[in-house]
């Protein structure tokens, strides 16, 4: 399969603990992102990254949130002092530069915090 | 105002049905549109992708966009059990990166 993948498929934590999520995005896909999506709603906008590069992040991104892409290929999204309100689907998303402009989802990261 | 307002649903239909989903945008300068669905605990995948105003037909599904009223709909001809998801209207918007979504409608077709 050369789709998006994302690992975990499902954390629960508790309050207060920090959790990481990771992101594979398809082959030579320059661009990645990041969204949040809440029951009920739709996706969310929170980074994304060109290349390396992180170019934008929504101001949802609170501080407690970090995400990184360090040589390019997968992402990783950081939540310190994890809170109830945390408690979403992680969804991420990637885009060849030179394409269509469509982004490719992964099937998410399910996070509910105790 | 949302940026794309979308009703939720949700909406139950027989097989067979012609379906139709909508939203609206607040913004004339938007140009292109799409359509995602979702199925239960899995991401988006597009449907469909439109520039401006028109239709654009693909198989059973046809995606119509209103610049005027700045309504954006699609159909569903021929409407089958598979086709029960979340739909999702979308937009880039302004940007050239992020997408803006709706808040989707959750369509279920009856056997």
């Known amino acids: 399969d050369t789709g998006v993948s994302q690992d975990p498929r499902h954390k629960i934590t508790k309050r207060g603990q920090n959790v990481t999520f990771r992101c594979d995005p398809i082959?030579?896909?320059?661009?990645l992102y990041w969204y949040r999506q809440t029951l009920g709603q739709g996706p969310e906008f929170l980074t994304y990254?060109?290349?390396?590069?992180?170019?934008?992040k929504s101001r949802l991104l609170s501080d407690r949130f970090s995400a990184e892409r360090p040589k390019g290929s997968f992402s990783t999204l950081e939540i310190q002092r994890t809170e109830q309100g945390d408690s979403a689907m992680y969804l991420c998303?990637?885009?060849?530069?030179?394409?269509?402009?469509?982004?490719?989802f992964g099937p998410g990261t399910r996070l509910t915090v105790l | 105002q949302k940026e794309v307002e979308q009703d939720p649903g949700p909406l139950s239909v027989p097989e067979g049905a012609i379906v139709s989903l909508n939203c609206t945008y607040s913004n004339s300068a938007f140009q292109y549109f799409m359509w995602y669905r979702q199925y239960s605990r899995k991401g988006p995948e597009l449907l469909m992708y439109t520039y401006s105003s028109g239709n654009k037909e693909d198989g059973r599904f046809t995606a119509q966009v209103d610049k005027s009223s700045k309504y954006i709909s699609l159909f569903i001809r021929d409407s089958q059990p598979s086709d029960s998801a979340t739909y999702l209207c979308?937009?880039?918007?302004?940007?050239?990166?992020?997408?803006?979504f709706g808040s989707g409608t959750r369509l279920s077709i009856r056997p």
């Open positions: 979308a937009t880039p918007g302004s940007s050239a990166s992020k997408i803006i």
């Open positions: 998303a990637s885009e060849r530069l030179a394409g269509a402009g469509e982004q490719f």
């Open positions: 990254f060109q290349n390396e590069a992180q170019l934008e």
């Open positions: 082959s030579e896909h320059n661009r």
